[in-house]
């Protein structure tokens, strides 16, 4: 069975500085990845995804994510990040075939950008 | 489109009474989704029907736990008898396909006393 594990509970960053966070999976075969942010009170909202080719895969509000199949991570980045940026961030991982097996989130991490 | 469509967003009950949680998917997608998110347990698929049909429910907690989808347009999940353990933010999702992003409702807060 696939699982996803975001190692860090909470991040805080300073606003302007890079920000990272991470996510690796355990699946067997091709992975698809996603990540979600979830904003106070409000249902998860996508971000971006990966499904093959390029491993740095660019999405919405600025951030990226770089798919690393040897270390099986997916790290969430931002060049430069926002206080709006503050909220909780989901991975989740699917097989690419929907026979057996489920999509599966991280326990979330949760980003606080200090201004 | 207005997105998802949750109702009630705050539901409040006793234990033991059924409670019934409802969901208008975005028009046009095939996937529909069923996730309880608690503080212990994170976020938890419960079942996810294709054109309808329900695929899986292995996430589905207990006997207590239905979930029906009589037309594409329209999603219930049912708790009974409920149970103070079943306190949690029940969401609601929808995807165009198996693996395109979900469209995320808002969420039923339930609180079972």
């Known amino acids: 069975a696939q699982s996803v594990a975001q190692p860090e509970d909470q991040v805080n960053v300073a606003e302007g500085n890079p920000l990272t966070v991470k996510c690796t999976y355990s699946v067997s075969g091709n992975p698809y990845l996603f990540w979600y942010v979830q904003y106070p009170n409000r249902g998860l909202q996508f971000l971006l995804k990966?499904?093959?080719?390029?491993?740095l895969v660019k999405g919405s509000y600025g951030f990226e994510a770089e798919f690393n199949k040897s270390q099986t991570s997916f790290h969430l980045k931002k060049p430069s990040a926002l206080v709006s940026d503050s909220a909780l961030y989901f991975c989740?991982?699917?097989?690419?075939?929907?026979?057996?097996?489920?999509?599966?989130f991280g326990p979330g991490t949760r980003l606080s950008v200090l201004p | 489109d207005a997105g998802v469509i949750q109702s009630p967003r705050h539901e409040v009950t006793e234990m033991g009474q059924e409670v019934t949680l409802r969901c208008k998917p975005i028009s046009g997608h095939d996937y529909l989704f069923w996730y309880r998110q608690t503080m212990m347990r994170g976020l938890e698929l419960l079942i996810y029907f294709n054109n309808n049909v329900p695929i899986d429910d292995s996430g589905m907690p207990e006997d207590r736990f239905s979930a029906k989808m009589p037309n594409a347009s329209f999603s219930t999940l049912k708790i009974q008898p409920s149970e103070p353990r079943d306190s949690a933010v029940y969401f609601c999702?929808?995807?165009?396909?198996?693996?395109?992003?979900?469209?995320f409702g808002p969420g039923t807060r339930l609180t079972v006393t």
């Open positions: 999702a929808s995807s165009l396909a198996w693996l395109d992003e979900q469209y």
């Open positions: 989740a991982v699917s097989p690419r075939d929907n026979y057996g097996q489920n999509f599966v």
């Open positions: 990966y499904i093959t080719g390029d491993n």
